[in-house]
């Protein structure tokens, strides 16, 4: 009985195929991919895994290509004191520029150094402002800037002269691209309260093609009332830029 029991086909082993060998080794078929490659999840449809590949190469630059110049004006750290002891942060004041007449601050606070810098940057290049210079160099006129207890004048100087100021104003006019400049603050070391000044003294700046377009009138008669010759006035109003 025991022999007619295992003479059937039930008790023969089945077939195991190697760990190696696949299922296109066993159909002869080619394995099936997809078109965001092989891999797990390869043959669900390359759309999405393409897409976001072609996101995470694609250069992403929120200024237009043009390089920024950054200045770290002023580092302040802050303390709150709470139930389980106190908590440090830190604020941050940034002045960014482009050289060529444009230039805009901002503060930033975070837990970390880095992160309040980066808060700083991203709200100055959102507050830059146009500062029409003198070939490039100066600045125009005369101004006087006020904010709180801190008060500042600038002033345009002749070529050779350099960049008179110091601290916080400094930076704002190495950003700026102002080559020739001399300053005075009055009132307040307040790194916060300077740069405010001297950004307000900066907004006040106008050039003689925007004062002659508002006027009617032309960049060559503006010069003459300042007792110029003809002669020199055509030229100068024709060096004149901005």
């Known amino acids: 009985m025991a022999d007619e029991n295992t003479t059937g086909q039930g008790n023969q082993p089945e077939a195991v ?3 190696e060998t696949t ?26 895994g393409g897409r976001g590949r072609r996101d995470d190469r694609r250069p992403r630059d929120d200024d237009g290509g043009e ?9 302040n750290r802050v303390s709150k004191t709470v139930k389980g002891g106190k908590r440090f942060g830190f604020a941050a004041l940034v002045v960014v520029g482009d050289g060529k007449g444009r230039a805009g601050f901002g503060h930033g606070k975070a837990r970390e150094v880095p992160e309040a ?3 700083a940057t991203a709200a100055a290049k959102k507050s ?12 125009h006129h005369d101004g006087r800037g006020h904010f ?15 960049i008179i100021a110091g601290g916080p104003m400094r930076a704002v006019f190495e950003s700026l691209g102002v080559a020739d400049v001399v300053t005075k603050s009055n009132g307040t070391s307040n790194p916060y309260n300077m740069i405010r000044a001297t950004f307000e003294a900066l907004g006040e700046q106008t050039s003689p093609k ?20 003809d002669r020199a006035a055509e030229a100068e109003a024709a060096a004149v830029t901005e």
Request: without cysteine; aromatic residues 0%.
């Open 148 to 162: 709180g207890a801190g008060l500042v004048t600038v002033r345009s100087a002749p070529a050779g002269t350099g």
């Open 17 to 19: 195929l190697a760990p």
């Open 23 to 48: 299922n296109a080794d066993v159909t002869g078929q080619a394995p099936r991919r997809g078109r965001g490659g092989g891999g797990p999840g390869g043959n669900r449809g390359g759309r999405d």
């Open 128 to 139: 830059m402002i146009r500062v029409p210079l003198r070939d490039g160099r100066t600045l």
């Open 117 to 119: 810098i980066s808060k």
């Open 210 to 229: 925007s004062v002659a377009q508002r006027r009617g009138k032309k960049v060559s008669d503006l010069i003459k009332r300042g007792g110029a010759s």
């Open 67 to 75: 390089e920024l110049i950054e200045k770290l004006v002023h580092i």
